[in-house]
């Protein structure tokens, strides 16, 4: 921004300053080579606006679709947590597992032994019905996937 703002200025500049030596100067040369570099510059600042404003848009919709996928992700949670009936602390421990604590971490924040935590893992790994972290984590990426192939779409497209 700072940049677009220097480049304005040198704009204003050179073209304000070309101008000037048009009308006084008597020779025209030097004004004649400055107003060129002078319209360049601006055409540039043209450019260089509607380049930082497609990149804002962008920008502004991807945090628009990062919220919705944030928020379809705590639906899946909530969803699954519900179904398979866990207590509070094994929602805690469930949710703090997907953001990636480790269950030292997890023991230090919930001021709990980690035999504790490693009780309540075994728990909720049990009523998911899955062995592991990697598994846990999985259920909900599938869930979010929906039907989607891991092999892409020109594979479920094709005849055998």
């Known amino acids: 921004m700072v ?15 070309a101008l000037m030596e048009l009308h006084s100067a008597a020779d025209k040369r030097h004004p004649l080579t400055e107003l060129p570099v002078a319209l360049a510059l601006i055409i540039g600042i043209y450019f260089a606006i509607r380049e930082l404003r497609t990149v804002l848009r962008r920008a502004k919709a991807q945090a628009s679709a990062l919220g919705v996928a944030s928020g ?18 094994e929602c805690e421990v ?4 997907l953001k990636g604590l480790d269950i030292v971490d997890i023991a230090k924040l919930r001021d709990a ?4 935590i490693r009780a309540q893992f075994a728990r909720v790994y049990a009523k998911s019905g899955v ?7 999985s259920v909900f990426l599938e869930e979010l996937m929906g039907d989607r192939s891991l092999t892409g779409p020109s ?4 005849a055998t």
Do not use: C, H, Y
Not at 73 to 87: G, I, N, P, S
Not at 113 to 116: C, D, H, I, L, R
């Open 3 to 17: 940049a677009l703002i220097v480049e304005v200025l040198a704009a204003v500049f050179f073209f304000g300053d």
């Open 72 to 89: 379809a992700f705590l639906k899946v949670m909530d969803a699954r947590f519900e179904a398979w009936k866990l207590t509070p602390a």
């Open 155 to 158: 594979t479920a497209n094709t």
């Open 113 to 116: 032994a980690p035999g504790t």
């Open 94 to 97: 469930a949710q703090l597992s």
């Open 131 to 137: 062995s592991n972290r990697a598994q846990f984590a």
